[in-house]
């Protein structure tokens, strides 16, 4: 084996990381505000205009699944660096659109930034063994939550003030920005192998034949897709329910990004030194406990809106502990391949969330909203928790990579 720019990989930058999937998770919601002025501006129906969000999505599930092997392949830098290209060229096609195809066609290539987040799991595994890796990765998953919260919060100020467009120059700036820093700041840290036994697609291949792989992928998967259905159900809940105002609700929506900080400081904190499969099962016991919980107030008809929301500060905790410590094994499976290993299971969690939250959205009934909202995020945590025993029977009789 030999490195394409030193003899050993070079550490990533902690900071450089969390920068990177900050702007990642940023880039979904950021503009989100701006959608009625969008539609008014380009002259386009609303629900035509919304689609920016369920196609970036769509083109978010397939480019996970080519940057992952393709970094394998050439290394993580320059895919990285040529996905903040796109994403510039990308955030400028939309700063400047005229038409909403045009607009709707540029969001998509926007979806490049989601590189960001794929290839700072696979630099974390390059340069840690793969319970270091779980600790640094609670640290960057700290980014995962703040950043989606607070994008809307700066495109709704600098939509009221400078117009929609000033979203796309704000990303234009940062994509311009992050590509000069990452230039100076980040190295290569994927060792390459000049003289590959198989081809990368065969290597991605076995890949998805471990067993354990999809243990652990599918822990991630079915932790995060109690959040998709949260999102979907919590406003009708809140409204319904517990005549809550929206701005209300959006302080609401803080309790689970607020747990999901907690647990992410605390896997950021200890992992390092607990074994993965202890802290994921952690994780999942406190979900599980916390939505059994609120779901037997709502059986009981008891349920208020503190039961409900207290209820999803232990989603957030659960999920802070368990994610980083089954994404680093994940990406542990075979090292040498962690950006496909990190872009599969990117791929999935997008590919169980959009129809999960589509199919929370028909089935919500107008009255006890809040029960069926537990109830199906309550089995989701149940099959992440499903997972967890199924990785700890398998780790009994296979050897980790270090």
Not at 23 to 29: E, F, K, V
Not at 99 to 128: C, E, H, I, K
Request: proline share 4%.
């Amino acid at each position: 084996m030999t490195a394409t720019n030193a003899s050993q990989p070079e550490q990533a930058r902690l900071f450089t990381l969390i920068l990177l999937t900050a702007l990642s998770t940023a880039t979904l919601n950021l503009f989100v505000p701006s959608l009625v002025n969008i539609a008014e501006d380009l002259q386009a129906d609303y629900n035509v205009v919304s689609l920016s969000i369920g196609v970036y999505l769509a083109a978010m599930t397939v480019v996970q699944l080519v940057v992952g092997p393709l970094s394998d392949k050439i290394g993580r830098r320059p895919v990285l660096l040529g996905s903040l290209v796109l994403f510039t060229l990308a955030s400028a096609g939309c700063a400047f659109a005229t038409d909403v195809r045009v607009f709707l066609a540029f969001r998509m290539l926007q979806s490049a930034m989601v590189a960001g987040y794929v290839l700072s799991m696979a630099m974390v595994r390059d340069t840690t063994n793969a319970q270091d890796a779980a600790s640094r990765l609670g640290y960057v998953s700290m980014a995962m939550a703040v950043a989606p919260m607070m994008g809307p919060v700066l495109g709704g100020f600098l939509d009221s003030v400078y117009g929609w467009r000033s979203n796309f120059y704000f990303l234009i700036l940062c994509g311009v920005a992050l590509f000069i820093w990452c230039w100076i700041d980040l190295k290569e840290t994927h060792l390459i192998d000049k003289k590959p036994t198989q081809e990368p697609g065969e290597s991605t291949w076995q890949l998805m034949r471990e067993p354990g792989f999809w243990a652990y992928s599918l822990c991630t998967t079915f932790s995060t897709a109690s959040l998709y259905i949260f999102l979907t159900g919590a406003p009708l809940v809140a409204q319904s329910e517990f005549g809550l105002s929206t701005a209300e609700l959006g302080i609401y929506f803080a309790t689970g990004t607020a747990g999901f900080m907690l647990g992410s400081y605390l896997s950021g904190r200890y992992a390092s030194g607990i074994p993965a499969t202890t802290m994921m099962l952690a994780g999942r016991l406190t979900t599980c406990l916390g939505l059994a919980a609120g779901f037997s107030a709502a059986l009981a008809g008891v349920l208020t809106w503190w039961l409900f929301f207290g209820s999803i500060v232990f989603v957030g905790l659960g999920n802070g502990l368990t994610i980083p410590s089954s994404n680093a094994q994940t990406l542990s499976i075979r090292p040498q391949l962690a950006g496909a290993a990190a872009g599969i299971s990117g791929a999935a969690i997008v590919a169980l969330g959009a129809p999960l939250s589509m199919l929370t959205g028909k089935i919500l009934p107008e009255e006890g909203a809040s029960t069926v909202v537990l109830f199906l995020m309550l089995c989701t945590s149940l099959i992440s928790l499903a997972t967890v025993f199924w990785a700890k029977q398998l780790e009994n009789g296979t050897p980790r990579s270090s």
